[in-house]
């Protein structure tokens, strides 16, 4: 079956656009997560969707950032007003209704340069 | 918080040699740990899954255990291959509703 898809693969904006990126997570799956790896550093975690559940938004690095889940299912990640230091690999997964004994299955990426 | 750390960042060694990767972290409380690898330029790959009441899972070549109490889990590799060349990332699970992961050991297999 299909693994989690994510569009665009690569994305080059400018300072102060913003941006959507996409995940289609694996069918059946109703948790979601959104990570980034910025250079040299490991994964960031950004937000989690489960269901119909409010979303864990947590890790969002500021307001600039936000994130909806359409239909429990594809996930949008917006980035507004982009700067410099959001250049990174955002990644998404998903996995399971039950977390603590799924395991995530990841996206390949979405590669972001913010010039 | 949680905090993982991977030891060695890095790691070289010649075709057909066993290797272990070591994984730490710093709470105890976690309900799984999750071994990953990432090729340059691609997404993680999942390749091992411990439950926190699990020891140890194998997957062919790969063995990975779990030592809760010390917050320690290795990965060990039997017979490495070039094809094994890559970045391995573990990560736990906690009752936050994330992954924490280490930044990774960054393994050459040297044919």
């Known amino acids: ?115 | 918080k949680q905090e993982v750390t991977q030891i060695p960042a890095a790691l070289s060694v010649p075709e057909g040699e066993n290797l272990v990767l070591n994984c730490s972290f710093t709470d105890s409380a976690i309900y799984n740990l999750q071994w990953f690898r990432q090729d340059p330029g691609k997404g993680l790959t999942s390749l091992l899954l411990i439950q926190s009441s699990q020891r140890e899972q194998t997957s062919g070549r790969l063995n990975a255990s779990l030592d809760k109490s010390s917050g320690r889990s290795t990965l060990y590799i039997a017979a490495s291959q070039p094809g094994d060349s890559a970045t391995y990332l573990c990560a736990v699970g906690t009752g936050a509703n994330n992954l924490f992961f280490g930044t990774g050991t960054r393994l050459t297999v040297i044919p």
Do not use: M
């Open chain 1, 1 to 115: 079956g299909a693994g989690v898809s994510q569009s665009p693969s690569n994305k080059v904006t400018e300072k102060g656009k913003d941006v959507e990126l996409r995940c289609d997570p694996i069918s059946g799956h109703t948790a979601l997560y959104w990570y980034r790896q910025s250079l040299g550093q490991g994964l960031e975690f950004l937000i989690y969707f489960q269901g119909n559940s409010a979303p864990d938004k947590s890790g969002l690095p500021s307001d600039r950032f936000s994130a909806e889940r359409t239909g429990g299912s594809v996930s949008t990640l917006t980035i507004q007003r982009t700067q410099q230091e959001d250049s990174a690999v955002y990644l998404c997964a998903s996995s399971l209704a039950r977390r603590e004994l799924s395991e995530q299955y990841f996206g390949p990426g979405t590669r972001l340069t913010v010039t």
